[in-house]
């Protein structure tokens, strides 16, 4: 089991930036792939970014490729989602997700309680 602890959310201005991140605890945390997904109100969860167990393979979701960049450091158990050029519409609850494997793919197992993020326009 992994628990996930996120943090850096807060109230931004559009065009602004931040840095969300996540700590992890429980499993080995080199040996499974992460993930940050979102949630605005009346919406449902949307995929974000992921990035493999060692770091080497990213991917994102159209709506914040070019803008958002993920990463881990696997010494500090930590991922990191850096949000550039905010706009209200990246206005969401985001959370950090633990996939099962090293890879991407499927359902994560494990997520975090998440990080309230707003923009203003």
């Known amino acids: 089991q992994v628990q996930l602890v996120e943090s850096g959310g807060g109230l931004v201005q559009a065009g602004g930036s931040l840095r969300l991140s996540c700590a992890a605890s429980?499993?080995?945390?080199?040996?499974?792939?992460m993930g940050w997904f979102r949630q605005a109100p009346g919406k449902e969860r949307e995929f974000a970014a992921a990035?493999?167990?060692?770091?080497?393979?990213?991917y994102y979701g159209d709506s914040v490729k070019g803008r958002f960049t993920i990463s881990r450091d696997n010494a500090k158990k930590t991922v990191y989602l850096q949000m550039n050029s905010l706009k209200p519409e990246d206005t969401a609850v985001y959370y950090c997700?633990?996939?099962?494997?090293?890879?991407?793919?499927?359902?994560?197992?494990?997520w975090g309680q998440g990080t309230q993020v707003t923009v203003s326009s």
């Open positions: 997700a633990a996939y099962s494997g090293w890879t991407v793919g499927g359902i994560p197992s494990s």
């Open positions: 990035v493999s167990s060692n770091g080497g393979n990213t």
């Open positions: 429980g499993r080995t945390f080199s040996s499974y792939a």
